[in-house]
C-alpha cells in the first residue's frame, strides 16, 4: 500500500557532504511528520531530525548546524543535506512517516529499508 524509499547513501570522506532522499508512494491522503533516524553499528536506533508537514524541524545536537533536513509535499519527499560528515555520522539511516493511508482515517507509522552511510578516509 504505502512504501518509503530511500536513495543517496555511499561512502564519503570526512568533511564530505551527502544528501539523502526519501520518497512516499502508493495510497496517500496525507502525511504529518517526516522524520530520519540512524543506527551505528552496536547502538541503538537514534533520531537524527524531524520536519513536520508545515516545515518546523528540529534535530539532535549531535548534526545540528550540520545536517539540514527539508520536504517537498507535493512530492512526499524529505531530504536529509548532511556537511561536513564525520567518522561518528557513518551509520544506516532510515526514514519515518506518519502517514494516513487512503480509507483509513488514522495516521500509521511507516519506516523505510534503511540507507548505508559510511565515512572514511
Known amino acids: 500500500q504505502v512504501q518509503l524509499v530511500e536513495s543517496g547513501g555511499g561512502l564519503v570522506q570526512p568533511g564530505g557532504s551527502l544528501r539523502l532522499s526519501c520518497a512516499a508512494s502508493?495510497?496517500?491522503?496525507?502525511?504529518?511528520?517526516m522524520d530520519w533516524y540512524r543506527q551505528a553499528p552496536g547502538k541503538q536506533r537514534e533520531l537524527v531530525a524531524i520536519i513536520s508537514r508545515g516545515g518546523s524541524t528540529n534535530y539532535a545536537n549531535s548534526v545540528k548546524g550540520r545536517f539540514t533536513i527539508s520536504r517537498d509535499n507535493a512530492k512526499n519527499t524529505v531530504y536529509l543535506q548532511m556537511n561536513s560528515l564525520n567518522a561518528e555520522d557513518t551509520a544506516v539511516y532510515y526514514c519515518?512517516?506518519?502517514?494516513?493511508?487512503?480509507?483509513?482515517?488514522?495516521?500509521?507509522?511507516?519506516w523505510g529499508q534503511g540507507t548505508q552511510v559510511t565515512v572514511s578516509s
Open positions: 519515518f512517516a506518519d502517514i494516513e493511508v487512503r480509507g483509513n482515517y488514522h495516521y500509521t507509522h511507516f
Open positions: 502508493g495510497s496517500i491522503a496525507s502525511i504529518n511528520d
